[in-house]
Nanobody, 130 residues
């Protein structure tokens, strides 16, 4: 049972990347998948998540309108499409599995509470630089 991220790389400001989070050993049915990132010298932070049960999506303010989270029809891979990238988006990006769907009324700190996530990928590096 694991999650494997891919798709990171070096991109210029204003560019795009699509990250993938491939699940193996389980399907994404009834799970929420979250994307997190950790910039050098900073704590890991939540970025976005998607609930497979109802398709609800959540974004933190810093990525709204630029990032789009999705799950493929086969229920085996989640994606994070990142557009209009900025240097401050540079970080290692992780995906993680959340067994319980977040309630819509939760604050970001509760949606991305790491203790609610029980499986993590190894991370993929995203560097935004000219």
């Amino acid at each position: 049972v694991q999650l494997v991220e891919s798709g990171g790389g070096l991109v210029q400001p204003g560019g795009s990347l699509r990250l993938s989070c491939a699940a193996s050993g389980f399907t994404l049915d009834y799970y929420t998948i979250g994307w997190f990132r950790q910039a050098p010298g900073k704590e890991r932070e939540g970025v976005s998540c998607i609930s497979d049960s109802d398709g609800a999506t959540y974004y933190v303010d810093s990525v709204k309108g630029r990032f789009t989270i999705s799950i493929d029809a086969g229920k085996m891979t989640a994606y994070l499409q990142m557009n209009s990238l900025k240097p401050e988006d540079t970080a290692v990006y992780y995906c993680a599995r959340r067994p319980r769907d977040p309630s819509p009324h939760l604050r970001d700190a509760e949606i991305y509470d790491e203790s609610e996530y029980d499986l993590w990928g190894q991370g993929t590096q995203v560097t935004v630089s000219s």
